[in-house]
């Protein structure tokens, strides 16, 4: 097994990227927009993974415990960044979600640490760590931000993102299918507002980000896609079915009984489940919304996808939504 990494054949304008969960829905998207911008991409990859083949045409590699520093060390004082995208959302509990939120955040600090270059680190967070108490999950996001604020000796940034969705994506897009279809079953209360961002956006962020990082040194930036407010069920339910539709309300006595026998089950086939009650918690929340503001200002970037055409990339025009 080779302990450097295998750089890309590409004619690369900086340094490879160092990127960890390059396999994940962000991942994906986060390689192919620095290769296209000509940007080296190096994934880091757990030896045990069985992904190891899923990178992009020009992507290399390095397989790499993240607590293996020495290993990691060569790969890290040649990279221009690190970014930090690995992450686990399935979980009974706080250990679930560990590993990848706060022990593999504390081991790649650490790492970079340990060779006292300055190179800068982008940890992909989730706005969700803006409020710990809500769910372990929540609590994993955050406690990950604060290995980075709390130990890090080298230039950082944190994003923020609210919910993501573009091709890939698992969670949003079972909803948005619904509600292009015309029916809609919002899990929040009534008046609840959320901010979106499309992949592709969250990735154009990333490489802002790259380049103009200096003037996010230490900072956390929250991105949406640049729809002031958020939105309500309604301008989702209409932007994906213009023509009309049906809203489905859930209880809330619906919804947390499903989280508790979900969790249950769980517990009874041993597997990492994703509805729990703190994913009722979250999802029960009046609002989820942030703003692209200082980001903007700090890099230049802008999103270019709203829900519209986010919506149109995945399903086609409006006119063909029901056959």
């Given amino acids: ?4 990494a295998k750089l890309p054949d590409l004619k690369v304008t900086v340094k490879p990227v160092l990127l960890t969960g390059a396999t994940g829905f962000i991942g994906q998207h986060l390689q192919k927009t620095l290769l296209a911008d000509q940007t080296g991409v190096v994934a880091i990859i757990r030896p045990t993974s069985s992904h190891k083949d899923a990178l992009q045409p020009g992507a290399g590699s390095l397989l790499a415990r993240l607590d293996d520093s020495e290993k ?3 790969a890290l004082t040649e990279a221009s960044a690190v ?12 250990d679930d979600f560990a590993p990848a939120n706060i022990d593999g955040v504390r081991s790649m600090v650490n790492a970079m640490n340990e060779t006292g270059a300055q190179t800068p680190l982008l940890l992909i967070s989730s706005l969700a760590a803006s409020r710990p108490h809500v769910s372990d999950y929540a609590n994993s996001k955050y406690l990950g931000e604060q290995e980075v604020i709390g130990h890090a000796r080298f230039p950082w940034s944190i994003f923020r993102p609210p919910a993501v969705y573009g091709p890939g994506d698992k969670e949003m897009l079972p909803i948005l299918k619904l509600a292009r ?3 809609i079953a919002p899990p929040g209360p009534v008046n609840q507002r959320l901010s979106l961002i499309h992949v592709s956006d969250v990735a154009t962020a990333a490489l802002a980000w790259l380049k103009s990082w200096k ?6 930036f929250t991105l949406d896609d640049g729809h002031s407010g958020g939105y309500d069920w309604h301008e989702i339910a209409i932007t994906a079915s213009p023509a009309g ?3 489905i309300n859930i209880p809330h006595w619906l ?3 499903a989280g508790a026998i979900s969790l249950v089950v769980s517990h009874v086939f041993r ?7 703190g994913k009722v918690r979250e999802l029960t929340q009046t609002d989820w919304v942030c703003h692209n503001t200082e980001l903007s200002e700090a890099t230049g970037w802008a999103p270019e996808i709203d829900l519209e055409q986010g919506i149109e990339d995945l399903f086609g025009p409006a006119a063909e939504q029901q056959e």
């Fill in 72 to 74: 990691l060390a060569p």
């Fill in 1 to 4: 097994m080779e302990s450097r």
């Fill in 271 to 277: 597997f990492s489940p994703i509805f729990t009650p």
């Fill in 255 to 257: 919804l947390a009984s």
């Fill in 83 to 94: 970014i930090y995208c690995a992450g686990s959302v399935r979980g009974r509990c706080l």
């Fill in 181 to 183: 279809k015309g029916t």
């Fill in 215 to 220: 003037s996010c040194d230490k900072k956390i």
């Fill in 245 to 247: 539709y049906r809203r």
